[in-house]
């Protein structure tokens, strides 16, 4: 077979698609932000809950793994039916996890590690326990309390059926009706999540300035920026029009066929809006403070309308997260997502895990490798954790050559798999809960990180509580047992963090390679980003590589072939030096 060359390359045999940033990019444009789920990061007291000053205490991991910003999940007071996405008070910490003081020094402790820090917002909705939740329900119908949400009379002659067939993300109805002061059945309250996160009202003029004091709120306090939730819920369609349309909504099936939100509650022009009067109030600021958007909408064109110069810096890549594994596929979704931004001027991000879905490693151990299961459960098809880790693993390193920005979820630097054996006593997720454990939910993604292999909680907790059972195989990943292990994936992701950074590889180009010796265009993706090669092979025959030609990291260990040369396995991604 004749062999893969880094050198020399025939022109004809790379297709330019993205240049090259010239200069010094924007520190969020290359930057790789790691997401802290507070909750399952480090416990400082004891409790079983990870918490704030557990946070940092551990940004020597993040500095020295070699991250540039740290993306919180929400910290605010809560009654955490949805993990802190139900906030009481965008201004207050949540006792659980510590108190403003504690963001105080997590902020101070990042700065002086030159780490960037992120905070969520959480516009969409806030919890029923907040004050203005509250007052809308003792206040009457019209009222100015009740227009901060969506209230509306019901359909039927009593108004007892719905006000329109949305559905609830989490299951059941999106709406339910209070009991007015005098006891009498009432309006209905539209949610589009838990019937403990009740709707936003963005029509109403009053929000909007409310929430602008929360951004300058974090903003005063120094975060670096915010990551927007549900960022394209916030307005629904007038008249709220029945929906019949395909619908992500939990319904109890167990495959989710797709994850993108349609209809009239999501992605409508008016969210639009608000995002740029929020880019505005960032840029008051000193300091690039950046604003990102989660917003599953679909196509990549589409989502490219949140990155236009004056509305978000940029938008979680969730086409991505959701690529199957398939070279045509990655080739596709990565030349879509890098023209749609540069048609924009915006810079694309890269993703494969977080806190909503199956971890990546176990999603590529099924045998419809990188489908989207809603979470994995005891009783369903099991990752192969071998093959998933290899393969996850290979997605990371394809991910980190790419040019852009990269999130990472905390735990994938440990090639941590999903958890599918929690006790159903165990879990917390609102989806399982919501639906009788008919779905399974995300608690999977959210067991506490394991740090040191032979410790209570292995390392998480000082008391060995811990909020989710840890399964005894996080001993494997604890960073402890990784730390200066050659060929752990924790070492991987150092690696290849550091050799992102130095060669530039962030705000670098991307041309694809076709038709070299070796590399099958539906098995081989090669691309070459400045003076690098990134080849990822997916087909059984193991690739040789020309003798000469300088390998910098790969996810898996090299084969060799009968004539003595370097061959790229299954399943496995390179970084060789190009040009040399
Ligand atoms: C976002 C969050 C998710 C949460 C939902 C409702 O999708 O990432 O965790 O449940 O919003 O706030
Ligand atoms: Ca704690």
Redesign the pocket.
Known sequence: MKALTSKHLPSTTTTLIHRAIVGAPDWWRDAVIYQVYPRSFADSNGDGIGDLPGVTAHLDHLVELGVDAVWLSPFYRSPQK??G??VADYREVDPLLGTLADVDALLAAAHEQGLRVLVDL?P??TSSAHGWFQEALASAPGSAARDRYVFRTGRGELGEEPPNNWLSKFGGPAWTRVTEADDSPGEWYLHL?DSS?PDLNWENAQLHAEFEQVLRFWLDRGVDGFRI??AHGLVKAPELPDWTGRTTTVTGRKRRPNLTDEGPMWDQDGVHEILRAWRQVVAEYPGDRALVA?AWVQPIERLARYVRPDETHQAFNFEFLKTRWSVPQYRAVITESLEANDSVGATTTWVLS???VVRHPSRLGLKKAGSFPAGIAATDEQPDEHRGLMRGRAASLLMLGLPGSAYLYQGEELGLPEATELPAEARQD?TFLGTDGKEIG?DGCRVPLPWVADAPAFGFSPSGASWLPQPASFARYALDSQLGVPGSTYEMYRAALHLRRVRRLGSGSLAWVVGLAGTRKKKVLAFINRDVMIVMNLGAAALPITPGCAVLITSRRLGIDAEGRQTIPRDTTVWLRFGS
């Open positions: 949805d993990g996405y139900d959480v969409n909705h999540f996160q939730d549900v989660e977080n806190h909503d609102p995300r």
